[in-house]
Nanobody, 123 residues
């Protein structure tokens, strides 16, 4: 069994930065791709970024390219999302998840999910 816990969310002004962390307990994540997703009120959950087991392959949604960076530290069993130049439209609950397939943007490809952390960007 794997448990994922996100942290690092909060309230930030537009143009500011936040760093989200996703810490895993149980088995290590080193052999699995990981993803970050977000969901705003009244909207569907959408992929933000994903990373393969080694960190050598990454994916970013067009809306966050150049602003967000996904990374991982397998020794610490942790995945990060560095968010810079934040915009009000980035406001959402952010979730991390473990992929059972590799890097994928399909929600059904992920088998474990964290509880989410709120990110609110004010103008």
């Amino acid at each position: 069994q794997v448990q994922l816990v996100e942290s690092g969310g909060g309230l930030v002004q537009a143009g500011g930065s936040l760093r989200l962390s996703c810490a895993a307990s149980g088995r290590t994540l080193s052999s699995y791709a990981m993803g970050w997703f977000r969901q705003a009120p009244g909207k569907e959950r959408e992929v933000v970024a994903a990373i393969n087991w080694s960190g050598g392959i990454t994916y970013y949604a067009d809306s966050v390219k150049g602003r967000f960076t996904i990374s991982r530290d397998n020794a610490k069993n942790t995945v990060f999302l560095q968010m810079n130049s934040l915009k009000p439209e980035d406001t959402a609950v952010y979730y991390c998840a473990r992929s059972r397939e590799g890097v994928t943007t399909t929600l059904r490809g992920y088998d474990y999910w964290g509880q989410g952390t709120q990110v609110t960007v004010s103008s």
